[in-house]
């Protein structure tokens, strides 16, 4: 099974390794339990997002290998405009994982060298934020 280092992913795509290492401290740890990953992410003209079939053949891959890996993708939102800022955002992805060792290892998973190759040929832009995985978005 192949390992995906940090070198192989492009720079925009490279994990934050002092907020991986808080994940990695949570997955050794007692405390360990359910997160959600909200992506806020921007799609390369190639990937063709929202029918294109490098982005379809990416995000079908992705919930796959994400239930594969023990996780889920909860929600895909197109995302239409924003009202503060001016970062371009083209989706948002709801992907919660039963604990952070899940997340943590995704690298390492079955899938996770063609998951993470369609992943860098797709998004121009990403980011990841890490959410309390307790409750689930518009569950209430």
Same mark, same amino acid.
Request: hydrophobic share 45%; with cysteine; charged share 15%.
């Given at each position: 099974?192949?390992?995906?280092?940090?070198?192989?992913q492009p720079a925009h795509l490279r994990v934050n390794r002092a907020e991986f290492s808080i994940?990695?401290?949570?997955?050794?740890?007692?405390?360990?339990?359910?997160?959600?990953?909200?992506?806020?992410? $921007?799609?390369?003209?190639?990937?063709?997002?929202?029918?294109?079939?490098?982005?379809?053949?990416?995000?079908?891959?992705?919930?796959? %290998?994400?239930?594969?890996?023990?996780?889920?993708?909860?929600?895909?939102?197109?995302? %239409?405009?924003?009202?503060?800022?001016?970062?371009?955002?083209?989706?948002?992805?709801?992907?919660?994982?039963?604990?952070?060792?899940?997340?943590?290892?995704?690298?390492?998973?079955?899938?996770?060298?063609?998951?993470? $190759?369609?992943?860098?040929?797709?998004?121009?832009?990403?980011?990841?934020?890490?959410?309390?995985?307790? $409750?689930?978005? %518009?569950?209430?």
């Open positions: 099974m192949a390992i995906i280092t940090a070198q192989q994940i990695q401290k949570i997955a050794a740890s007692a405390n360990d339990g359910p997160v959600l990953m909200v992506n806020l992410n $921007r799609y390369t003209s190639v990937a063709g997002f929202p029918n294109g079939d490098l982005y379809l053949q990416y995000v079908h891959g992705l919930e796959a %290998f994400l239930k594969v890996a023990g996780g889920k993708i909860l929600s895909r939102l197109p995302v %239409f405009g924003q009202m503060v800022g001016d970062q371009k955002i083209d989706e948002i992805i709801f992907a919660w994982y039963p604990l952070h060792t899940i997340f943590a290892n995704l690298h390492t998973m079955p899938g996770a060298t063609e998951n993470f $190759r369609l992943r860098g040929l797709c998004v121009e832009y990403a980011v990841i934020h890490r959410c309390s995985g307790d $409750r689930y978005p %518009f569950s209430e």
